[in-house]
């Protein structure tokens, strides 16, 4: 069966660039040293080799064995120490998930699902989290439909912060929620304007103070 993303990911070029997603460098401040981080969706591995650039030992998922080849190539240009610490792994979010308690983060970035798929995989991700572990999503609200910077053309796929409360709800605390207009310069794939959910939660069951912190700028 044709793969659209092994067609995708096999033109020239790396379509969402080689640098790093803006509110995951913002938010990785956030992760220990040396953290186990799950990056499902991570395609041709622009964030998955940026945090294994960081020190962290990177497990990236993909159903896209092109997307994770040009991750691995990514990597080894990055040096040896970068390329021994991102992890590939073939697979589809239908029929995988996590072992649970096995991960200190969670990147789900432009990660779109159907929303029937999402709300199981979005909990048996959280579930791979250990206690206190950290989830950082960015992903399409549904008000970008339409626009030409990038996303799923189906409304669907599109994330509003009720559908992720929904998802996460008795695994996460809320820590940062966001709906709003950004300005996108990833790859050819995402350049110009768009409006996105922004989410970090932290998963039940840490000790220390109480860390919720919600932030909502004006609504789309």
């Known amino acids: 069966m044709p793969n659209f993303w092994d067609d995708r990911f096999a033109e020239p070029g790396y379509k969402y660039g080689t640098t790093p997603n803006a509110f995951l460098r913002e938010q990785a401040a956030r992760l220990s040293d040396a953290s186990q981080v799950l990056v499902p969706g991570d395609g041709e591995g622009r964030n998955g080799v940026w945090l294994a650039g960081q020190g ?36 589809d979010l239908a029929d995988w998930a996590p072992a649970p308690e096995s991960f200190d983060a969670l990147v789900l970035v432009f990660c779109h699902l159907p929303s029937a798929l999402r709300r199981v995989a979005h909990p048996r991700l959280a579930e791979g989290l250990k206690p206190g572990g950290w989830l950082i999503l960015e992903a399409f609200h549904p008000t970008q439909l339409g626009r030409s910077s990038g996303g799923p053309k189906d409304v669907d796929m599109l994330y509003t912060l009720v559908d992720l409360r929904a998802d996460f709800a008795g695994r996460l ?30 998963r039940l069951g840490c000790q220390g103070p109480g860390l919720s912190q919600t932030m909502r700028p004006a609504p789309v």
């Not at 998922?61 to 990055?78: N, Q």
């Not at 820590?175 to 350049?191: C, I, K, S, T, Y």
């Open 56 to 91: 962290h030992q990177v497990t990236a998922v993909d159903c896209s064995e092109v997307g994770l080849a040009k991750a691995r190539a990514l990597a080894a240009e990055r040096g040896n120490a970068v390329a021994a610490r991102l992890h590939t792994r073939l697979a």
């Open 173 to 202: 605390e809320e820590v940062v929620a966001l709906e709003g207009e950004v300005l996108l310069d990833e790859g050819p794939g995402h350049q110009g304007a768009g409006k996105v959910t922004r989410y970090v939660g932290r």
